[in-house]
């Protein structure tokens, strides 16, 4: 059973430009986490999925951030118009149930914004 | 609203020595409770979780922690570390009506030979 999927893991943009951030959940899951961690901080929440249906993104930015798990396909966090203060790794994590239970997570995309 | 507290940003710690690394947490509802661990330029891995039952927890590579629930805390400890136990380790709590994870800043371990 292959574990968490996020591609690509390095991606670099330039101001302005827009980042999209893949993740495959591990098979038999349907609950998709993202997280972001900026250097030398913890991990914070941004969003939580499930097919179709954004359930939480109480910690997504107003503006320029995005994210689906479309009923097909990976998940996706979409950065719109990058800045420098975008560049951090960001985590994916799966569960097969609510989040109550434990996470698994991915290798991280680390986005680098020049 | 839950909250994690890990109040040593860095342990450092000499190879064959015990280590306690501190959680302590604030809930309004019944919590479940975690560490992860991080290795450098990777993702996280469970090391242990508490869900309910006994209060003290084994996790992988001979780390336990235990539940306090009057002291709401969840310290992570092990008898004797090793180098390759170097890694940041994060605590997290989930409630239990589906909530995401809210993790600790993190304490990154140094194991010193």
């Known amino acids: 059973n292959a574990g968490v999927m996020q591609n690509p893991r390095h991606l670099v943009r330039r101001r302005g430009q827009e980042a999209r951030l893949r993740c495959s959940p591990m098979?038999?899951?349907?609950?998709v986490y993202w997280y972001r961690q900026l250097p030398e901080e913890g991990l914070k929440f941004m969003v939580y999925?499930?097919?179709?249906?954004?359930?939480?993104e109480s910690g997504m930015p107003k503006e320029r951030f995005s994210a689906e798990f479309p009923k097909e396909g990976p998940s996706i966090l979409r950065i719109q118009q990058v800045v420098r203060g975008d560049s951090a790794a960001y985590f994916c994590?799966?569960?097969?149930?609510?989040?109550?239970?434990?996470?698994?997570f991915g290798p991280g995309t680390r986005l680098t914004v020049t | 609203a839950q909250s994690v507290t890990q109040l040593d940003s860095q342990v450092p710690v000499f190879e064959e020595a015990p280590v306690e690394l501190r959680c302590n947490y604030s809930?309004?509802?019944?919590?479940?409770l975690f560490w992860y661990v991080q290795y450098p330029n990777q993702g996280l891995q469970l090391l242990l979780k508490?869900?309910?039952?006994?209060?003290l927890v084994k996790g992988i590579n001979g780390f336990e922690a235990e539940f306090n629930k009057s002291q709401t805390s969840f310290h992570l400890r092990k008898p004797s570390v090793h180098i390759s136990d170097t890694a940041e380790y994060f605590c997290?709590?989930?409630?239990?009506?589906?909530?995401?994870?809210?993790f600790g800043p993190g304490t990154r371990l140094s194991v010193l030979p």
């Open positions: 508490y869900l309910s039952g006994s209060t």
């Open positions: 098979k038999g899951h349907s609950h």
């Open positions: 999925l499930q097919k179709e249906n954004i359930i939480d």
């Open positions: 809930s309004s509802v019944s919590v479940y």
């Open positions: 994590a799966s569960s097969p149930l609510a989040s109550r239970d434990e996470q698994y």
């Open positions: 997290a709590v989930s409630g239990n009506y589906g909530q995401n994870f809210v």
